[in-house]
Nanobody, 125 residues
Framework: QVQLAESGGGLVQAGGSLGLSCAPS????????MGWFRQAPGKEREFVAA????????LYADSVKGRFTISRDNAKNTVYLRMNSLKPEDTALYYC??????????????????WGQGTQVTVSS
């Protein structure tokens, strides 16, 4: 069974940093497009960042551009999201997702095939 496991969430003050990790199990995801999404209470799940299977292409939501960095290490079968200059509005449940096909410009939740359970990020003001 394919599973994605996120880790690294927590509580941080505004202006601080956090790093999230996503480790797929059940199969190798080195050829998959990987993405991060987030969902705040009462809001829809939204795209945060995506990275191509090779890591050569990335895409960010405007709200996080310049503050967040997505990366991957295919040898470790792990995807990362580095979050700097965090703001209270970044507070959400962050999900890792994998897509067997498509491009980084496919940013809908329905474009992704596999999802993790999410890790909570809370930014205090």
């Amino acid at each position: 069974q394919v599973q994605l496991a996120e880790s690294g969430g927590g509580l941080v003050q505004a202006g601080g940093s956090l790093g999230l990790s996503c480790a797929p199990s059940g199969r190798t995801f080195s050829t998959y497009l990987m993405g991060w999404f987030r969902q705040a209470p009462g809001k829809e799940r939204e795209f945060v960042a995506a990275i191509s299977w090779s890591g050569s292409s990335t895409l960010y939501a405007d709200s996080v551009k310049g503050r967040f960095t997505i990366s991957r290490d295919n040898a470790k079968n792990t995807v990362y999201l580095r979050m700097n200059s965090l703001k209270p509005e970044d507070t959400a449940l962050y999900y890792c997702a994998a897509a067997a096909g498509g491009s980084i410009y496919n940013i809908r939740t329905t474009d992704y095939d596999y999802w993790g359970q999410g890790t909570q990020v809370t930014v205090s003001s």
